[in-house]
């Protein structure tokens, strides 16, 4: 009786786990400007963070990140502030059932990040082959988009091909945000990319600028995957 309620502890943990922060943070609307400046610099990082490995060797091809947080290698056009290590944000957890990391590149130091990136590495364990919680979670990430887009304006996910082993990008707006979703393996990549915003401008002129960014975020997501290990 005592090991059924472990492992189903653990499963709710883990699969709750990706579901919670990969809804992303609550937005503050930026500061109205006429067009999409520069988004600003990479923050350092802090040197206290403990990015030990949880003891024992976890099965599954991926076991986590080369570094704390992923490297982004090149400045891709119109986001410099993207660009090198990401900044392990508070929710970053490396746990024996999986690793969860939450990361952001922001504009300057204003506390507002330019992309967020949730890698979760899921690991063989009580509950489960951590490749089939990936497939599992990556399921339900696509139903869900697929119900929150059933509004009026709202463009459904797109799938994309050659991104990982499954990839679906979606388009936020309203938010001035687009999504990107992939799975490799046992992991699952989450990235968000916001842009700059302006009051005045109408529903055509948002989902045009945010969709510009289709191959900015898919390459990205290239860098994301090229560090897991």
Known sequence: MLKALCRNAIKSFS???TLILASGCTLVKPDPLPTIPSLGSTPSHPSSLNTQM??????GRWHGLRSTCPVVEQELPGLPGIVGEGYPEPEYLDMQVALSATCSWRRGNNGRPTMRALVSVYRDAADGPGKQKAINIFRRLRKESEEALKRPGLRLPRDEHGVGEEAFLTVHPEEMRISLRA??????VILNIWLKDDWDYDDRRRIELVSAQRSNIIALMGDVLDDLR
Request: aromatic letters at 0%; glycine letters at 14%.
């Open 54 to 59: 949880p003891s024992g060797t976890p099965s």
């Open 15 to 17: 699969i709750g786990m």
């Open 183 to 188: 799975r490799s393996e046992n992991a699952v």
